[in-house]
């Protein structure tokens, strides 16, 4: 035994191990924070995680996927159980027949999406929502999750301790680093499966390592392979680690230069894990012919159209960075920019550096072959995780970093090392606790500064701060009274947000729930640009209102790019029932009935030109071609007569094939009531003659089909290779977004107008 093991091993306890203890302390500290400051059902997919762990708790067994039927568990029910099945076993005496009034959906939430207005919440919260059934069991969950989360915080230690015993800075700051991720905090800090994946493949990651150091009987064998049956249990991302394992395997049985061996370990890794979780896959083959259950999976959530090209996918980077560090709600409650940024750098300086630590390590004498190989395995997990999920993303959206915690401690192990290799060992602690600090600086504000405020219900109002607006005075359905509205900016620009602010007073109590909708309307009666919310943006719904209160709610529109100008647009409002349709008439005080919705402002947009463009835009098809403008000589025409659409190209690089252009006006079951195909400048300017920077004019002439009914038509335009394959749009940060640009809305007359 070495000095240093013998020093260690005399020493008590709380020197040994009070750093980690106390670093644990405060990861559950802060998880609780994360837990009881996230609204229930507000993590993702927690809404989903959760109603079937009850619907286990409740004796009805695991569900069958059905596309036909889909339960309030959706997608989740084609998920490994384990995770599951452990919530259900901690909660079933929790009475939770409160669930359907708990589950109470905000219909308009943005989810997948941050707009200025906020509207993020997927579950109406009501004050009385408090710890008891069905909250209760939700927290009890997300407080085992917690527990998870923190095995695998503990494993981050563990794994370093495994390839290098004395170095207790590399294993605090890995730990650290773990601990205080913001994204991680509160994942552990929700009722989602992934807590499980994560710790099991943290403790088959620390197994293997220590497996290849030494020489593994049978038993420490079996321990492998139940980790890996119950990780495959977890998650279907825990089968990447059979790779891992199988090379553990083979480096050992090769150093002991023994078949035996091979067969041995083989066994005992392979036989508890088939035991364990080879019923559940066998069950997906059974059931839906596919043992991964993918099938149904996809089935439920759909598959991703149009597939993107590896090269788009690597421009959703940006996202993917945004949900490994703090991406809240349901990836629509970001962080500051700063943060981002901050975190990534210190990241990605040490994942750089790793190489020269390593190095550095060498030449002290600190890294022998079983410690390379040892690393090996360190760096290749999140490697195949980050394949895995580019081929799921490729399958359908999941560009998310979260979906690569299982690899977190690898990760943290790898930054912390290359963090601490920057400087000579005596400084070699400063930067890996740098980073540390920062990391738990950011998460202790972020329950405060980020997620608490997004689900916030409005401040009610008291008389002498009704100031500022333009008034209405507007009673809808002797409910609720429009007091009046405040624009912040007088000129709408297409392409950018609108702000509007609206003074409501309630005049009565509701039971139902009414939607306000928001429409900048066309002469043409067409919607250009609309929002419809619950008000208190989805926090403070119409039941809730109290007669007397009186909020102010501010709404963002956000202006398509695609707005012919010159024009003349209307803002108008109302409220509406989602489930009936049916909107509160609107009357003025005197008794003045003014319909369904009510006039608030004329608005005019200008005409726009750019050098020499008709209003500029610019929609990215496949990074080759822009469609930097366009014009269209009207919105309205009756069957018979044509729009006349010009086109405004832009060649984003020399174009190497020739594609054609579809122009189409499509009705709302997307039938076509218009269509003109064709080479641009009709064949006289192929696009395979383009050359970058070119600006190309092209005409079209849609004629409306003589059945077609009166309607409102999307303007749909594009390009194909001879091939039939469309080039895909895709957003300013690389998102694909479709297969074809929508010029907005057009109106189809009746024939006799």
């Not at 494993?155 to 680093?177: E, I, N, W, Y």
Request: aromatic letters at 10%; glycine letters at 10%.
């Amino acid at each position: 035994m070495s000095s240093v093991a013998k020093v260690e091993e005399d020493s008590p306890f709380w020197k040994q191990h009070g750093h980690i203890a106390l670093l644990l302390l405060l990861y559950l500290s802060l998880g609780f924070l994360y837990s009881v400051t996230t609204p229930i059902f507000e993590a993702p997919d927690e809404l989903y995680h959760y109603p079937l762990i009850r619907h286990l708790a409740q004796g009805h067994g695991l569900p069958v996927q059905d596309s036909a039927y889909i339960g309030p568990w959706r997608q989740e029910g084609s998920q490994p159980p384990l995770y599951y099945a452990l919530g259900a076993l901690i909660t079933f005496p929790i009475d939770t027949s409160d669930f359907a009034a708990v589950r109470r959906l905000n219909p308009h939430a943005d989810i997948g999406v941050a707009n200025g207005d906020g509207n993020v919440n997927v579950v109406m919260h009501g004050k009385g929502e408090g710890l008891r059934g069905t909250a209760l069991a939700v927290h009890i969950v997300r407080w085992m999750s917690l527990l998870m989360g923190g095995v695998t915080v503990g494993a981050g230690c563990l794994l370093v301790r495994q390839v290098f015993p004395g170095d207790k800075v590399l294993a605090l700051s890995t730990a650290g680093l773990t601990a205080f991720n913001p994204m991680f905090l509160f994942i552990s800090a929700s009722v989602n499966n992934d807590n499980l994946a994560i710790m099991l493949s943290a403790l088959c990651l620390v197994l293997m390592t220590k497996h290849v150091a030494m020489r593994p009987g049978p038993r420490q064998w079996i321990y492998l392979g139940i980790l890996l049956g119950l990780a495959s249990l977890a998650k279907a991302s825990a089968l990447g680690l059979i790779p891992l394992a199988a090379l553990t395997v083979l480096f050992v049985a090769w150093r002991g230069d023994s078949w035996r061996t091979l067969f041995v370990a083989g066994l005992c890794v392979a036989l508890p894990a088939i035991v364990l979780g080879g019923w559940w896959y066998y069950r997906n083959w059974r059931l839906y012919g596919d043992p991964l259950g993918f099938s149904s999976f996809l089935a439920i959530v759909g598959r991703r159209h149009p597939v993107p090209t590896f090269r788009q996918l690597l421009a959703e980077w940006r996202g993917f960075i945004k949900s490994y560090w703090g991406l809240f709600g349901w990836l629509n409650v970001p962080s500051p920019a700063w943060v981002y940024w901050l975190l990534s750098s210190f990241a990605g300086v040490g994942l750089l550096t790793v190489p020269l630590a390593l190095w550095r390590k060498k030449c002290v004498g600190e890294l022998r072959g079983v410690q390379l190989l040892q690393m090996g395995l360190i760096v290749l997990w999140p490697v195949i995780l980050l394949v895995s999920l580019v081929r799921w993303t490729l399958l359908t959206p999941a560009s998310q970093g979260r979906l690569i915690f299982p690899g977190l401690i690898s990760i943290n192990l790898l930054v912390s090392l290359g963090l601490g290799g920057l400087l000579p060992a005596c400084r070699r602690l400063l930067f890996p606790a740098m980073a540390v600090l920062i990391s738990f600086l950011v998460a202790v504000i972020s329950p405060f500064a980020v997620i608490r405020p997004a689900y916030e219900p409005p401040r009610i109002l008291a008389v002498d701060e009704i100031s500022g607006l333009n008034r209405t005075d507007v009673s809808f359905g002797e409910k609720a009274r429009l007091l009046g509205y405040d624009l912040e900016e007088r000129t709408i620009v297409p392409g950018e947000a609108f702000r509007v602010t609206l003074w409501w007073k309630c005049l009565a109590p509701m039971e139902r729930d009414y939607s306000v909708f928001l429409h900048l309307v066309s002469e043409e009666d067409i919607i250009i640009a609309q929002r419809d919310v619950y008000p208190g943006q989805g926090t403070y719904p119409t039941s809730f209102w109290q007669p007397g209160d009186v909020i102010k709610d501010t709404y963002v529109l956000s202006i398509p790019p695609a707005v012919v100008t010159p024009a003349r647009m209307e803002l108008v409002v109302g409220l509406y029932s989602v489930e009936t349709g049916e909107r509160l008439q609107a009357t003025r005080e005197g008794g003045e009935d003014l319909g369904d919705k009510v006039s608030l402002v004329q608005l005019t947009l200008p005409v726009r030109e750019r050098d020499g463009v008709p209003n500029p835009m610019r929609r990215n098809l496949g990074n080759r071609i822009a469609l930097v403008g366009y014009t269209l000589d009207r919105t309205a025409a009756v069957p018979g007569e044509a729009f006349h659409l010009t086109l405004y190209w832009q060649a984003l690089r020399d174009v190497q094939k020739n594609y054609s252009v579809f122009t189409q006006v499509l009705g709302p079951d997307e039938r076509r009531w218009a269509q003109m195909d064709g080479w641009p400048q009709q064949g006289d300017s192929p696009t395979a003659t383009w050359r970058r920077g070119q600006i190309v004019r092209d005409e079209y002439e849609l004629v409306v089909s003589e059945d077609a009914p009166p309607t409102v038509c999307g303007l749909w335009v594009g390009m194909y290779d001879a091939d039939g394959r469309r080039l895909n749009v895709l957003s300013d940060d690389g998102h694909v977004e479709g297969d074809r640009i929508s010029l907005g809305s057009v109106r189809i007359l009746p024939k006799d107008k």
